[in-house]
């Protein structure tokens, strides 16, 4: 059972949150799914979005595969949210932790970066993502937290200079205690004031 830990700044115009906690119980716009490449729901996470979306995510995932071959690593793709109470989902494939030299870095940062684009195409207003990667895949949080929280900052700092409506809330929903001080401490690096306190 989760503590119901939050933390929350503000960067610009958008409350960036880490909250520890199950990430289909987010009240947002769109969750993020870490999945393969098939969209399987095979993964623990993904299965429990699944589960969670119920029919209509199983058979919108199936459609893509057939329709456009699946996604692939590092790309992003959305779908019906179905039973969960954000509207959609954003189905990601994270890179596999093969120890660092085989481009993990750059696809893990492109897999939040497509899904911010799909975010600002389809005019969500919140999204709440996972610690993608850093489950069945390996990655270590210690080395996935910084890309997370990194290319949020800058991928909202760029948008905003295009003028590009980004979301109001963006949130990293962590799995445990380690994660969760993992994001923190990024948190801290970026020198944010903070809105809220711990709880």
Not at 16 to 35: C, K, Q, R, Y
Not at 106 to 114: I, K, S, V
Not at 132 to 142: K, L, Q, R, V
Request: with cysteine.
């Amino acid at each position: 059972m989760y503590d119901q830990k939050e933390l929350a700044v503000s960067h610009n115009q958008t409350q960036i949150e880490l909250i520890l906690g199950d990430i289909t119980n987010a009240e947002v716009d769109a969750i993020v799914n870490p999945t393969d490449i098939y969209l399987s729901g095979a993964g623990s996470l993904d299965y429990q979005i699944h589960c969670a979306g119920g029919y209509e995510v199983d058979q919108a995932c199936k459609e893509m595969r057939e329709h456009h071959g699946g996604c692939e690593t590092g790309n992003a793709v959305i779908t019906t949210a179905g039973n969960l109470s954000a509207k959609y989902i954003i189905h990601t494939v994270g890179p596999i932790w093969m120890g660092g030299g085989v481009g993990e870095s750059n696809l893990l940062t492109n897999c939040y970066r497509h899904s911010l684009l799909l975010v600002i195409q389809n005019g969500i207003k919140s999204i709440a993502f996972p610690a993608i990667s850093t489950g069945t895949f390996g990655y270590p949080i210690e080395k996935a937290a910084p890309i997370a929280v990194n290319t949020v900052i800058e991928f909202i700092e760029n948008s905003q200079m295009v003028q590009d409506d980004v979301p109001n809330q963006i949130q990293f929903f962590l799995y445990d205690e380690d994660s969760f001080t993992c994001y923190a401490r990024e948190i801290a690096r970026n020198k944010f004031s903070l809105s809220c306190v711990l709880r």
